[in-house]
């Protein structure tokens, strides 16, 4: 080795080369073992892509899910972002009280805040019953068991993804750049949309992406709230897997879903330095 | 073959977990396929293991106890071999995983009549010895070359006494009427069950149910598609009536009875045209404990006194024609094969759901969504 490689060598590498070798291992490894199910099973060749235009059901299915997906990023990071900006602006006690629920409803299983809704929003949960007993409405409403119901448990479980990142980057924010954009003549008004907004865009993106991506995945909740009639793409490779054992069609959906995930990456990555999202650094 | 079996116990708790909701796709199908390659690392599992136990791979819940009493007591007594078991399900898919990884654990699976015609087909499956198992003691004509209907099941729909106490609804057909009996209605998620109920509801006689002609049956239940509403688990159908979500839902039958009691006798069971599933207990291919020990099991399975216990303590229904006179009277109006039953029920037919099974369902799926 010659100097300057030496120089340039950190010997901290090393201590990341353990998680390295065993992501190569327990993790890109299966994965070339499904990319390689979905083009062999049930018989070699690209038939299974090819089901995914002739098939009303994928397209319809993968509609379904990235439409479900774009609706819970949309408000779980509006509703994050509120949430986000009202501790940043809190008192430091408030904030931390604060925090401290949003991480207990973070750590909750997603499991027992399904079922959760289902009680308070059900035919005859607490919702409904009160509405019924003070005469707003006679019958009951349908929060749950349909789309809307997804929406609603899903835009629950997902806004504490959308609010930590958006803290972070509002967080590295210098307040003197509010000061000074006052100052200058600006209303309260002007400095937020011209000043604040465009400040916590990294905020926003490194939220949307992730909130986007977590959702890809949902089971659960579509699967109890959605009442049987909301299928997204996890439960139906689920299905292909477990139950009809077409396990080429299960393995295609799933190649089809991490190449949309890193596409997506890549794409966001021409626009902007993904590295300053996740790093959280402003500059 | 530590390893081996590691990563399969893996795989399973993966599964479980990822079921659950607490693991995320990603890491589940990790799990997958970590499973996978392992099984292509690790060629060579050991044979050897001796019928020091038999494992019976069932659905968990209630069903260990029952089992445990109902056969592996008689069975333990006679043979000295132990009973255990594996509650995680077995599905088709995850038998299918278990053979196709070398390394078979399970002995017996309480699986459905379609899974022995699909899986034995494939050959996944061990066949039936009916020199051990006592062909008399099964239903005629569920004596399969790959499985045996220990029990029956079936899908019969429960109604609320409070909507339609006075003229209550007594076929498929009125399941399907929501002008003459409104309010929501709870089927099966995966297809069993909901697609005969349509065709009988559409007028199809009995005897020509099967082969299913599905795009008739897809029809009529997207006649009642805004009042539906489905489930994927007995619990989950459970809940949707004692919680009062629907005014008529499909059940598994044998959890009819605890329904009614559940709900304080409001929901009652309608048996009339319910959809009888033949049970099966398959032997995935080079299961542990060998041919002889877990045919003898299967044989303990079918005594009357097994089959009575399994009746009183799952709800599930016998398939021994000599136990059928036996079932206790507070029993007979749930049960498949009771006497008052027997000839108002469709017993399924496992061959159509094995060879047209897997499109039905997904043409289900598509009709619901």
């Not at chain 2, 009888?276 to 009357?304: D, H, L, Q, S």
């Not at chain 2, 006194?305 to 059928?324: H, R, V, W, Y």
């Amino acid at each position: 080795m010659t100097s300057t490689a030496l120089r340039r060598f950190n010997p901290y590498w090393m201590l990341v080369l353990p998680v390295t070798a065993a992501v190569a291992l327990l993790y890109i490894a299966p994965i070339i073992n499904i990319l390689f199910l979905s083009v062999t099973d049930p018989q070699p060749g690209l038939g299974n892509y090819q089901k995914l235009v002739e098939s009303d059901t994928l397209i319809r299915l993968i509609w379904t899910t990235i439409r479900v997906c774009l609706i819970t990023t949309f408000f779980a990071v509006s509703l994050g972002y509120l949430v986000a900006y009202t501790m940043m602006h809190a008192l430091e006690g408030q904030r931390r009280w604060m925090l401290s629920i949003l991480m207990i409803s973070f750590w909750i299983s997603v499991l027992v805040r399904t079922f959760s809704w289902l009680m308070l929003l059900g035919r005859t949960g607490l919702v409904n019953e009160t509405l019924i007993s003070v005469g707003v409405i006679s019958d009951p409403i349908a929060f749950v068991r349909n789309e809307v119901g997804v929406l609603i448990g899903m835009v629950d479980y997902m806004i504490p993804y959308a609010v930590l990142p958006l803290l972070a980057n509002m967080r590295g924010i210098d307040p003197r750049i509010m000061s000074a954009s006052r100052s200058l003549g600006a209303s309260n008004l002007q400095t937020f949309v011209r000043v604040y907004l465009p400040l916590t865009k990294p905020g926003v993106i490194a939220a949307s992406l992730l909130v986007f991506i977590s959702s890809l995945g949902f089971y659960i909740t579509p699967a109890i709230l959605g009442g049987g009639k909301v299928l997204m793409i996890a439960e139906y490779i689920s299905v292909q897997l477990l139950v009809t054992v077409r396990w080429g069609t299960a393995a295609m959906l799933a190649s089809i879903m991490l190449i949309s995930v890193l596409l997506l990456m890549y794409i966001l990555n021409r626009f902007m330095k993904l590295g300053t999202i996740f790093g959280g650094d402003v500059r | 073959m530590q390893d081996k079996r590691f990563m399969q116990e893996m795989a399973v708790e993966a599964a479980t977990a990822f079921q659950a909701g607490k693991m995320d796709r990603r890491t589940f199908l990790t799990f997958c396929g970590l499973a996978g390659v392992a099984t292509l690392a690790v060629t060579t599992g050991n044979a050897e293991a001796a019928a020091k136990e038999i494992v019976m791979w069932n659905w968990g819940g209630q069903s260990e106890a029952c089992h445990a009493k109902a056969i592996g007591t008689p069975f333990t007594a006679e043979t000295k071999i132990p009973l255990k078991f594996d509650t995680s399900g077995p599905l088709q898919g995850k038998i299918k995983e278990m053979v196709d990884s070398g390394k078979v654990t399970a002995d017996v699976c309480d699986a459905d009549g379609f899974d022995a015609i699909a899986l034995g087909k494939s050959g996944h499956l061990e066949p039936i010895d009916y020199t051990i198992v006592d062909k008399k003691r099964i239903k005629e004509g569920f004596a399969l070359e790959y499985g045996v209907s220990v029990i029956f099941y079936g899908y019969a729909f429960m109604y609320d006494t409070k909507a339609f106490g006075a003229n209550p609804p007594k076929n498929w057909a009125d399941f399907f009427d929501t002008k003459k009996f409104p309010g929501k209605r709870s089927l099966y998620k995966w297809g069993n069950g909901s697609i005969e109920g349509a065709l009988l509801a559409d007028g199809v006689a009995p005897k020509d149910v099967y082969p299913c002609d599905v795009p008739r049956a897809l029809k009529k239940i997207k006649s009642i598609k805004s009042d539906s509403i489905y489930w994927g688990s007995g619990s989950e159908a459970h809940d949707m009536i004692v919680n009062g979500e629907v005014a008529m839902g499909i059940v598994w039958q044998n959890r009819g009875k605890s329904i009614e009691e559940d709900s304080k006798g409001r929901y009652k069971m309608v048996m009339n045209e319910a959809i009888a599933m033949p049970g099966a207990y398959i032997v995935p291919k080079g299961n542990p404990a060998g041919r002889e020990a877990v045919m003898k099991f299967i044989n303990t399975a079918m005594t009357v006194d097994a089959q009575l216990t399994i009746l009183d303590c799952l709800g599930m229904t016998p398939s021994n024609p000599e136990a059928f006179a036996k079932i206790p009277a507070g029993l007979q109006p749930y049960a498949v094969n009771s006497k008052e039953n027997i000839d108002k029920v469709i017993f399924n037919d496992p061959v159509w759901w094995a060879e047209k099974g897997g499109d039905a369902v997904n043409a289900f799926l598509d009709a619901i969504g």
